[in-house]
């Protein structure tokens, strides 16, 4: 029953592109409107004050909230009660975020790194980047669209401990890296956590945790502990919003995490902005499209 | 927190008087330039075709539409000034440029430049690139055509801000301090989490 006309997923792809670059998520909006009353900083209340401006300018003008429309990255879930076709998925993904850059048109960040030489697509050779995954009981497919700016991911980082070090070294990590990045990443963003797995799924999972709704826990309860515990901790340096002092440091820490072999003890951090920008949509067999965050 | 509204060109006198952590915002012209456009002044030695005395320098992020002759904005926003670091001292000795404005702050050698000639670097908050857009009124000029995206531009603007003085004319480092103070905690902060 392959009678999906596939060119809706390019339309989709291309819209998500653009609306998570215009149109900040709510939970990031309240996060960052609690930010802003619970600052206590008066230059860090300036700086919360600029950023629900740009907000609300990029929202009546439909702009863009950042000029760094950063790499696009989408993960898909495919529903098992179709028979999706990946490949096409693929193909129709990279089309629709091409199409958003040359049509809306904003600045394509791809570059080829050893040529330098940017054209202006948003993708080329291994872009986007995509996930996939597979879900059963439905049918549809939930595309998830993150641009991911520089000025966050450069300061992304990944270590493989021992189990002798413990959970305590992972906590480390963390807060140091966050001390260590500084003004860099334009904090307060959502701090993403990988615990476990492999050197690279633990940077994926980092990658997933940025994703997560602002304010949303780990179900794990002994993750979400941990969640709880960091946010104290990072918002306790003080480094406070682009790095010029104050209260709030992150909008929230989210930990991911999967099983690791018995001699590792791996964790990755990757940061988001304070622009903490994705957009989503489910597409149903019968063409059907419903947006979301 | 002192909050000033300037009006370029900025008096050495005026720049004198911000402290870290005061607040400026400003009226007037705003030159634009990025890594490329500083490694062709400095590195490659082209003299810029207009006089940068006294001026604001943003480490900018331009995303423009020329439309005949003139340029049109569609998004300006701001970019990590630590990798432009090592051009600062120059263009605030040399074309007696009197603000660089970005984010990340820069390092020693620039807050010493920026005491001697009486300099300060203005923090924006990165990532609200829209509100920035609005409030570049006109791209008056663009200079050094083909080094685009990363040329000399002249923009207008009004009441450009908030800017927040992370670095002054008197030796203050805001992101000095912060970072210090953050070190400062660590200890403690280890502590709560059970790390020794």
Redesign the interface.
């Known amino acids: 029953m392959n009678d999906l006309d596939y060119q809706v997923v390019e339309e989709v792809a291309k819209e998500l592109y653009i609306r998570a670059l215009c149109d900040l998520p709510p939970d990031v909006r309240v996060a960052l409107k609690k930010a802003y009353e619970k600052e206590t900083r ?2 860090a209340r ?2 919360f ?3 629900l ?3 609300e ?2 929202d009546a ?1 439909k ?6 429309t950063g790499l696009p990255i989408y993960m898909v879930k495919i529903g098992s009660e179709y028979c999706w076709n990946g490949y096409m998925i693929k193909e129709k993904l990279t089309e629709g975020a091409k199409r958003a850059t040359l049509e809306f ?3 394509g960040s791809s570059t080829h790194p050893l040529t330098r030489k940017n054209p202006q697509t948003s993708v080329g050779k291994g872009l986007p980047v995509l996930y996939f995954d597979y879900v059963k009981d439905t049918d549809c497919l939930d595309i998830l669209m993150a641009p991911k ?1 520089s ?1 966050s991911e450069n300061m992304s980082t990944m270590k493989m401990f021992y189990p002798a070090h413990g959970v ?1 070294a992972l ?2 990590f963390v ?1 140091d890296t966050v ?1 260590e990045s ?3 990443p ?1 904090p307060p963003g959502v701090i993403g956590v990988g615990i476990g797995g492999t050197s690279d799924l633990v940077m994926r999972l980092a990658k997933e945790a940025i994703v997560r709704p602002v304010g949303q826990r780990n179900p794990d309860p002994e993750v979400a502990e941990i969640e709880m ?2 946010e ?2 990072i918002n ?10 104050g209260d709030i440091s992150t909008l929230a820490v989210h930990i991911e995490m999967a099983y690791t072999h018995i001699t590792q003890n791996p964790v990755a951090v990757n940061t988001q ?3 903490a920008r994705r957009s989503r949509a489910k597409i149903y067999p019968d063409g059907h499209v419903e947006y979301g965050y | ?1 002192a909050v000033h509204h300037l009006q370029t060109p900025f008096s050495e006198a005026v720049i004198r008087q911000l402290r870290v ?1 005061d ?1 400026v915002y400003f009226n007037g012209t705003l030159f634009g330039i990025r890594d490329l456009t500083q490694i062709y002044m400095f590195d490659q030695n082209h003299e810029p075709p207009v006089s940068l005395e006294g001026m604001p320098c943003i480490h900018t ?3 423009l539409r020329k439309i005949g002759n003139r340029w049109e904005k ?4 701001t970019t ?1 000034s ?1 990798r432009m670091d090592r051009f600062s001292p120059d263009l605030i000795g040399k074309y007696g440029v009197r603000a660089i404005i970005g ?3 820069l390092y020693e050698e620039s807050l010493q430049a920026m005491k001697k000639h009486g300099a300060v670097y203005l ?1 924006i ?10 409030q570049i009124e006109e791209v008056e000029a663009v200079y050094w055509e083909h080094l685009h ?1 990363e040329a000399l531009y002249k923009f207008r603007v009004k009441d450009f801000g ?1 800017l ?1 003085v ?1 670095m002054d004319s008197h030796g203050g480092h ?2 000095f ?3 210090k ?3 400062r ?2 200890p ?3 502590n ?5």
């Open positions: 008066a230059t300036e700086a004050k600029a950023m401006k740009a907000v300018i990029a003008q702009t863009l909230i950042c000029q760094d048109p904003f600045r700016g000025g305590k906590k480390k807060v001390v500084g003004a860099n334009c515990e960091l104290e901790a306790a340096t003080g480094i406070g919003p682009m790095g010029l002092g902005c304070w622009p | 927190m952590e607040i992020a331009p995303s569609i998004c300006v926003g990590t630590t984010k990340g702050g923090a908050v990165g990532g609200a690139a829209s509100l920035e857009t609005q995206p908030p927040t992370a805001l992101y301090d912060v970072k103070e953050a070190l905690r660590l403690g902060i280890y709560q989490l059970g790390i020794d």
